[in-house]
């Protein structure tokens, strides 16, 4: 793992080499502006800074400048950059004007600008909310900043405030481990870097390096915002709610979380609440009493997955899932901190902090009334937030890199270390990934088994799902299907207020593509995309007949098939039934179906009379008995 990268905007040592050698030897940083022989191979060290004035030279004049500042920001934000700012170290107070000599310091007074602007500081902060606004508040930055200065935190507490998801790092003249200490503790807390060695600091400043057996893979964006999430939730015991897709690691993230925190040394009891009746996932969650009768409870009793996690933590998997029962007994387990067995009369005290993860819209089922708000309010204090694998595309190689080694060494005799041609990346990263972390794991571990004596991977060894284009990428997939929820919407909108005079218009202008080369799922979304703007016009025909009779049929259905949205049984069933067309003569269909259209048309209206005729025959039945 490498070091988390840290950028340091201030004038004073942006300007001297010294003062920034100091700095960095106070606070254990490697000094990316100079190549220091003394920090080779040290490993303790908190990070690596990079520094910069923020500021230009223009006739002997030093001028603050924010778009240097943001330039330098975007350097290890935009894109994929090959250093990401895990940490934006920002002073308040810059000088600027004139100087002596050819290059300002401010070690010595004639040779440092000596104008103090103590707000130059907070523009930067504005302009960085400005080009990176944090997605919950438009005001703030996502881009993680601590601010450096000499003044007291009241003073500048309301501004800060207002100004993004930072901390403060006051530069009072104190002892270096100090200091270090709590730079260590913001990078902790505010940084975005790798999985990787847990760093801390004791109290006489002294670095101590605690590994992990497991780690998780990612330096993309999205990820170590996940991370810096589960460190946060870390330092306290409150609920936390795990929101991912399906196979996104939802599991390993709460163990992360769960070695950072305190409990660490306690167990860690994992529970998938999905697919059990509730009587099960009652006595999996509280245990069984002695002699309790509940079939297949051993007589001396079963302690449950609270008791199992006492003095650790419990991970509740799909807890979406939890049946209304259930939800308020764990409610009660959580607030007063017993738990009951089942076929029990008595409490036992459990002291377990609670994880909880699932790919479903709590908030949704919160409204709808199938998931208790209190609940909620206690699992949501921290939410951590993953992404789906086609939103993290940059990862891919590593995670197919780290699970072939980790599924070649399995077998005796493979070849490994083997070389991964590009063109097989390329393919990795433009398919689509329906079961995440978890598909690219599996697939690793089936290439690792079929190519265990082969030195090289090729593109061809990467599968193609089944009606997928091996160069159709996942994002040109989402932006067809974001295209196509799009133009529905649109279709929603025009069926109320849509005439006669202005129906084949409104048709026209909706731009449904005539065919789509889509994978997996999206097929099936679009099946059904198309079998609802099918409903949608068929509902505004029912809506016009009323006044316009059959005349509007006509140009409905060239438009249906001319988006080729009728070539599915199911939408000329939709069409058949809602505008009930089963009763009409189908003569002049001919001369609007082609050919391969045709004979499906006529099966499915033959099934549709045939189907009229068998309700009408029913019904005469019932009446006449």
Not at 474 to 493: C, F, T, V
């Amino acid at each position: 793992m490498s070091l988390p990268s840290v950028l340091v905007l201030d004038d004073r040592c942006g300007w001297s080499a010294q003062l920034r050698q100091r700095m960095c030897d106070e606070l254990y940083l490697k000094n990316l502006n100079e190549d220091e022989p003394r920090a080779r191979g040290r490993t303790d060290l908190l990070a690596e800074a990079y520094f910069h004035p923020a500021q230009r030279i223009y006739e002997r004049r030093v001028i603050n400048d924010v778009q240097l500042a943001l330039q330098e920001v975007a350097r290890g934000w935009d894109g994929r950059p090959e250093r990401r700012w895990a940490l934006v170290l920002l002073d308040l107070q810059f000088n600027e004007g004139a100087f002596d000599g050819d290059v300002p310091d401010p070690r010595r007074p004639a040779a440092a600008p000596r104008r103090p602007n103590e707000r130059f500081g907070l523009e930067i902060l504005r302009a960085l909310a400005e080009r990176w606004p944090d997605r919950h508040n438009a005001q703030r930055t996502e881009v993680p900043v601590v601010v450096l200065s000499t003044r007291p935190r009241g003073e500048l507490e309301a501004q800060l405030n207002n100004l993004g998801k930072l901390d403060y790092l006051e530069r009072e003249d104190g002892a270096p481990e100090t200091l270090r200490q709590r730079l260590a503790d913001r990078l902790f807390q505010f940084g975005l870097f790798e999985d990787g060695p847990v760093l801390t600091i004791d109290q006489l400043g002294h670095i101590e390096i605690h590994p992990r057996s497991e780690h998780i893979v990612g330096k993309s964006l999205p990820v170590l915002k996940g991370l810096r999430e589960a460190r946060q939730a870390a330092r306290t015991d409150s609920g936390c709610l795990i929101l991912g897709p399906t196979g996104s690691g939802k599991e390993r993230f709460a163990r992360y979380l769960h070695e950072l925190s305190d409990r660490r040394s306690g167990p860690f009891v994992p529970l998938n609440c999905a697919n059990l009746g509730e009587t099960t996932l009652e006595a999996e969650l509280f245990g069984f009493a002695p002699n309790s009768g509940y079939v297949n409870s051993p007589s001396g009793g079963r302690a449950g997955s609270f008791e199992l996690a006492d003095t650790g933590t419990l991970f509740l998997d799909e807890i979406g899932d939890l049946p209304p029962p259930c939800q308020a007994k764990v409610l009660r387990a959580i607030q007063e901190k017993h738990v009951r067995r089942l076929g029990a009369t008595a409490d036992i005290h459990v002291d377990t902090r609670i994880i909880a993860a699932t790919n479903r819209d709590l908030d949704a089922a919160v409204r709808d009334g199938t998931f208790r708000d209190d609940l909620f309010s206690r699992l949501k204090a921290f939410e951590i937030h993953l992404p789906g694998l086609d939103e993290r595309s940059e990862d891919i190689p590593l995670l197919f890199d780290f699970f072939l080694e980790r599924e070649a060494k399995k077998h005796r005799g493979a070849i490994w270390p083997k070389q991964i041609e590009p063109e097989a990346y390329v393919r990795l990263q433009r398919r689509a990934w329906w079961g995440n972390v978890r598909e690219l794991e599996q697939l690793a571990g089936v290439i690792a088994s079929k190519r265990k004596y082969s030195p090289v991977i090729v593109a061809n060894d990467i599968p193609v799902p089944d009606g997928a284009q091996p160069d159709e990428s996942a994002k040109e997939l989402r932006d067809r299907l974001a295209q196509l929820e799009g133009e529905i919407e649109l279709l929603r909108g025009k069926t109320s207020v849509v005439t006669l005079s202005t129906l084949p218009r409104a048709m026209s202008a909706i731009d449904i593509p005539d065919s789509l080369q889509l994978q997996g799922k999206l097929q099936e979304l679009q099946d059904a995309y198309s079998a609802l703007v099918v409903r949608l016009v068929a509902k505004t025909l029912v809506q016009l007949r009323a006044t316009h009779g059959d005349d509007c049929v006509k140009p409905a259905m060239e438009f249906v098939l001319g988006r080729k949205l009728g070539g599915t049984s199911l939408a000329y069933s939709e069409l058949l039934k809602l505008t009930k067309l089963s009763s009409r003569k189908k003569n002049w269909w001919a001369d609007i179906l082609p050919e391969p259209d045709r004979s499906l048309f006529d099966d499915v209206l033959g099934k549709a009379v045939a189907n009229r005729r068998s309700n009408s025959s029913k019904g005469k039945t019932r009446n006449a008995k």
